[in-house]
């Protein structure tokens, strides 16, 4: 099997131990085991010691009943037996789609999106049809665009909601448009919510899962609960055949996941509250200051995310996004991730969920490389 290489994985592993500024991290602000016990009001000292006499033998198969009810929780009508545990949300995409598409196959993926959506359908040998989200559209799908690129061979539809990198965030009106299209031509909605959890307004946020029986989500403890180092993510659906076949293929690939990594999620998740209201206060601050700092910086332009942690940020300058992110750390020590690693030219993606200080700091010494060029 021959597959493209993964830009933004190769980006970041090539580069990010390299810059004094990371403003490619896509995940809040990162919590410590300690900080997690003691938001959870855990008493830190006996939870290790607790911690320390667990075995280290395979965990759950599909996962403690603590962690199923806790990866349910997040939805409106799903049940643990609706949830499969995933080594990370990069387990759960490659899974649902290498089970479900084969060569014969089409399949609908949106662009920009999360490269795996695109590039393993593709190493399968089946055709991608893109949806191109951009600035003219809000960076949401185009329903009529969607109707002419579906058939009876439409096996999938592939969308990113909050969407990486843009931070656009397709309304419960047009999701439910989405579906009916899928819908028409029998096709499933894979849908990549690794991002969704955190709104505005703090209302609850729908899950194609909650729309659509042949809805499929995705998720993890990544990026809105900060606990990458925790590599779990979740396949989500009500469509009980496709859940015998993605158990099967899942015996390949995953047996379990890690005993350690279901016990901190399971926590966190039945504390799930006070983690949101901790993240969500990171989230509304530094959104501020980049919106901010791109009304004061003539150099630049962008489509405000309204959800996630990321933004597209377009730049005015005739340089592509791969020189242009290189040179900026080189000089100034700043990271961004190349708008080229998701088949976008003239812009960056920035990642804005972290220290507030050193945002600011990294966005102005790009205003000021800017300037410089």
């Not at 000292?45 to 395979?58: C, G, K, N």
């Not at 387990?91 to 695109?118: C, K, L, R």
């Not at 799908?141 to 990198?165: A, C, F, G, R």
């Not at 009106?173 to 703090?202: F, H, P, Q, T």
């Amino acid at each position: 099997m021959k597959i493209k290489t993964f830009k933004v994985e190769r980006w970041m592993n090539e580069y990010e131990d390299d810059c004094t500024y990371n403003l490619a991290e896509t995940c809040i602000d990162s919590i410590t085991i300690k900080e997690l016990l003691e938001m959870c009001g855990k008493d830190v000292t006996e939870y290790m010691v607790e911690l320390a006499d667990t075995r280290l033998t395979y965990s759950h198969i599909y996962g403690s009943p603590e962690l199923l009810k806790g990866i349910a929780g997040l939805y409106d009508k799903i049940e643990p037996k609706h949830v499969i545990p995933t080594h990370g949300a990069v387990g759960a995409n490659h899974m649902a789609i290498s089970t479900i598409i084969s060569a014969e196959d089409n399949m609908v993926s949106v662009m920009p999106t999360y490269q795996q959506h695109y590039s393993i359908p593709e190493s399968i040998g089946a055709e991608v049809r893109i949806l191109n989200l951009n600035l003219d559209n809000h960076f949401l799908p185009d329903i009529e665009q969607l109707k002419s690129l579906v058939d009876e061979n439409t096996k999938m539809i592939t969308i990113n909601n909050p969407n990486n990198p843009s931070g656009s965030l397709i309304p419960v009106e047009k999701m439910k448009e989405i579906v009916e299209v899928a819908r028409s031509v029998g096709a499933y909605v894979l849908c990549d919510e690794v991002y969704r959890g955190i709104s505005e307004d703090g209302s609850y946020m729908p899950s194609i899962a909650d729309i659509y029986e042949k809805g499929i989500s995705v998720g993890s403890m990544s990026k809105i609960f900060s606990m990458a180092g925790v590599r779990l993510g979740w396949i989500v659906t009500r469509d009980e055949a496709l859940m015998e076949l993605i158990k099967e293929r899942r015996d390949y690939d995953t047996i379990s996941c890690g005993a350690i990594d279901d016990k901190l999620a399971a926590l966190a998740l039945e504390n799930k509250d006070k983690i949101y209201a901790r993240n969500s206060e990171i989230l509304q601050k530094n959104r501020q200051i980049l919106d901010d700092w791109v009304n004061e910086t003539p150099e630049v332009y962008y489509q405000k995310p309204v959800a996630g942690t990321t933004a597209l940020v377009y730049y005015k300058k005739d340089m592509p996004s791969y020189e242009l992110c290189v040179k900026l750390l080189e000089s100034k020590g700043v990271l961004f991730t190349p708008g080229e690693c998701f088949e976008m030219e003239g812009a960056v993606r920035i990642g804005y969920a972290f220290d507030s200080k050193l945002l600011r700091q990294g966005l102005d010494l790009f205003a000021e490389f800017l300037r410089e060029i």
